[in-house]
C-alpha cells in the first residue's frame, strides 16, 4: 500500500480569505498562494487562515477555474459518515413543511446552498435525479466495496436509499465534466438505482400531472424553480386568454388552464418542448378547465414571432426565455434583449391585462433586469402597476450572490 499522503493544504489571497470567511462557497484558482502538493479531483483540501487557523474545508477540483468548493467553515469538524448523513438529511427536512401529497416534485438538494457544492438533487415522485457539476462527487456516488470511502464516509446512492427509498436514481453529468464522465458507474442518463430505463416520469405539482424527461431533458428535466410563479399565474389568469411565451412544456398554460384561463398559447421555438407540453395538457383533461380550455401552440422564434403578432390580444402574457446571459461577455447583450422583450411582450396584453417577465440570467443581476424591465414598460406609454416581484420556489434556497438568477416581475396594464 502506497503511504496515505498528507492532507491537502492550501493558503488564499487576504481577498479571497475574507470571502471564505463570510460564507462564499466558491475559490477560482488564481486566488491560491500556497499548496503544500499536488491535489486529485474530488480530494478534499483544508484552507487555512493567515494565522494558521483553520478556516474551512471543501472539495478540490484542479481542472475547473472553481478549484475549491467549501462544504465546511468555521470550526474544524470531523467529516464521517455521520456527519453527511446528518446535512443530507436536514436538507431532506428543510422541505418537508413547503410540500403535501399533492406536489412530489421538487428540490431536495440545491448544491452549495444545502452544503453540496456542484450537485442538484431533484425528487420526481420516487424517481430521484441527481445532477453533479463536478467531476469531484463521482467517487461518492458508489463507492468501491473495500476501498477508502472518499470524502470520509460519504455513500450518496445507500444514504439516498436509508432516507428517501427510492425506486430509482437517475444520473446527469454537466457537459463540463469532459472526459470525467467515463469514470461514473453509468451514463449520463442511466440510473444508478433501479432498472427503469423510461426516459420520462410523470409527477404531482399542486395536484397538477407534468411528465419530466429524467433522461435527456434540460437541467433535471423539468424546471422546478418557477413552481411558485406557475402557482400565481393560475390564481391570477382567471377567465382570460394567456400567451405562454417560452413555454417548454406547458407548466405555466397546464396551471393558467387548471385557474380557469379560457385559451391558452404555447409559444416555443422546440417541437419536443410542444410535444410535451400537449401531452401534459392531455395528462390533466380529467380536470374540467382544462379539458374546457381552448389549447393552441405556436412553434416559432419568440423575438420574430412577436414582433408580427397582433397587438392587444391577450389578458396575460408570460416571459420566461432561457438564461440570456451564459457568460460575463453576453451581459450587455442580454439587457438589451430583455428590454427588447419586454416591450414586445406588453404591446400584446390588453388594457387590464397582465405581463409577467422573468430572467434565470444568473450574470444578469436583478437591478440590472428589472432597471431593463421598467424603462422598457415606461417607453410603451401605457399606464401599469408593479403587481409583485418574486424570486426562486423555497426548495431552491440561494445562499450567495451568484445562486440568486432567478428573478421575476407582475406588471398590470390599465
Ligand atoms: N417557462 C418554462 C421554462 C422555459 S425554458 C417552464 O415553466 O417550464 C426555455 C424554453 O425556451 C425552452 O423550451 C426553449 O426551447 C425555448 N426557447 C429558447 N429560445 C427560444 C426562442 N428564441 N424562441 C422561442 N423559444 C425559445
Known sequence: MPP?????????????????????PWVY?????????????????????????????????????????????????????????????????????HFDDQTNGYRLINGESDGFPGLVLDRYGACLVLKIYTPAWLPCLHPAAGTAIPLEGLSLVSFLQELLQPDRIVLRMSRNL???????????????????????VVFLEDGLRFESDVVQGQKTGFFLDQRDNRRRIGALAGRGEVLNVFSFSGGFSVHAARGGARSVTDLDMSPHALASARRNFA????????????HHQVQADAFEWLSSA??????????????????????????????????????????????????????????????????????????????????????????????????ALYARVS
Open 4 to 24: 496515505t499522503p498528507p492532507r491537502l493544504r492550501l493558503r488564499l489571497t487576504a481577498a479571497a480569505e475574507t470571502a471564505v470567511r463570510s460564507g462564499h
Open 29 to 97: 484558482s488564481d486566488k491560491i498562494r500556497e499548496q503544500n502538493r499536488a491535489g486529485t479531483p474530488g480530494e478534499l483540501a483544508v484552507i487555512y487562515d493567515r494565522n494558521d487557523r483553520f478556516l474551512a474545508i471543501g472539495l478540490y477540483d484542479p481542472d475547473s477555474p472553481l478549484v475549491v468548493r467549501v462544504i465546511h467553515k468555521g470550526d474544524p469538524v470531523t467529516l464521517n459518515a455521520g456527519w453527511w448523513r446528518a446535512r443530507l438529511k436536514a436538507a431532506i427536512d428543510r422541505r418537508r413543511p
Open 178 to 200: 469532459g472526459a470525467f464522465r467515463a469514470q461514473a458507474p453509468c451514463a449520463d442518463g442511466g440510473n444508478l438505482l433501479g432498472t427503469d430505463p423510461a426516459p420520462s
Open 283 to 294: 395528462l390533466n383533461r380529467d380536470h374540467p378547465r382544462v379539458a374546457a380550455a381552448t
Open 310 to 407: 397582433p397587438r392587444e390580444a391577450y389578458d396575460t402574457v408570460i416571459l420566461d426565455p432561457p438564461s440570456l446571459a451564459k457568460r460575463e461577455t453576453e451581459r450587455a447583450g442580454a439587457i438589451q434583449a430583455y428590454h427588447r422583450l419586454t416591450r414586445l411582450g406588453m404591446d400584446r396584453v390588453r388594457s387590464g391585462g397582465m405581463l409577467l417577465t422573468a430572467s434565470c440570467s444568473a450574470h444578469v443581476s436583478e437591478e440590472e433586469f428589472f432597471d431593463a424591465v421598467r424603462t422598457s414598460l415606461r417607453s410603451t406609454g401605457r399606464r401599469w402597476t408593479e403587481l409583485e416581484i418574486t424570486s426562486h420556489a423555497p426548495d431552491h434556497p440561494a445562499g450567495f450572490t451568484e445562486a440568486r438568477y432567478l428573478k
